[in-house]
T-cell receptor, first 114, second 111 residues
Framework: DTGVSQDPRHKITKRGQNVTFRCDPI?????LYWYRQTLGQGPEFLTY????????KSRLLSDRFSAERPKGSFSTLEIQRTEQGDSAMYLC????????????FGNGTRLTVT | EDKVVQSPLSLVVHEGDTVTLNCSYE??????LLWYKQEKKAPTFLFML????IEKKSGRLSSILDKKELFSILNITATQTGDSAVYLC???????????FGQGTTLQVKP
């Protein structure tokens, strides 16, 4: 499978715990995005990487959230001290930098905070 | 602030009907507009529109962009039950190429 891969598919955690998600983009893609989607809403932009550089972060991304893309390939999104409001689907997408390349999305990680 | 409004929010039709989904937007540094289909999991790419007035077509689906009036429409003709999904409109903004999504239109096609 050469699409965007996300792991785990589901995560259930207790409030206050830390969680980390992983995204493996399509290998030739140098742009990587994280989005969050709650029920009945469209995806909301969280952050963007070009290669290993994090170039944009949404105001939605509180200081409990951190994302990395250390070698410009896979990326991780960590949420510290989870809250019930963090329950959502976390989507990763990647694209080429050149031109108007569409974003290709992974199947997401569904987080439930109890 | 960037804003994307899709209408209707939900739609129920019968197989064979034609539907038109609407998307209006106000986005800074607009680059292009993309449509996605989402069935439970990952949004899947349908169209990318960069120029006004040029219709993009793929089978029974077609889409057009009006950059002056800031809207786009997605048409689906001869709908099938497999078209049931959430359709997302997403203008692309700025140098990062990030997409700004609308709330989506939930389409249900009944047999």
């Amino acid at each position: 499978d050469t699409g965007v891969s996300q792991d785990p598919r589901h995560k259930i955690t207790k409030r206050g715990q830390n969680v980390t998600f992983r995204c493996d983009p399509i290998s030739e893609h140098n742009r990587l995005y994280w989005y969050r989607q709650t029920l009945g809403q469209g995806p909301e932009f969280l952050t963007y990487f070009q290669n290993e550089a994090q170039l944009e972060k949404s105001r939605l991304l509180s200081d409990r959230f951190s994302a990395e893309r250390p070698k410009g390939s896979f990326s991780t999104l960590e949420i510290q001290r989870t809250e019930q409001g963090d329950s959502a689907m976390y989507l990763c997408a990647s694209s080429f930098r050149q031109g108007h390349s569409p974003l290709h999305f992974g199947n997401g990680t569904r987080l439930t905070v109890t | 602030e960037d804003k994307v409004v899709q209408s209707p929010l939900s739609l129920v039709v019968h197989e064979g009907d034609t539907v038109t989904l609407n998307c209006s937007y106000e986005v800074t540094n607009f680059r292009s507009l993309l449509w996605y289909k989402q069935e439970k999991k990952a949004p899947t790419f349908l169209f990318m529109l960069t120029s006004s007035g040029i219709e993009k077509k793929s089978g029974r689906l077609s889409s057009i962009l009006d950059k002056k009036e800031l809207f786009s429409i997605l048409n689906i003709t001869a709908t099938q039950t497999g078209d049931s999904a959430v359709y997302l409109c997403a203008p692309r903004s700025g140098n990062t190429g990030k997409l700004i999504f609308g709330q989506g239109t939930t389409l249900q096609v009944k047999p």
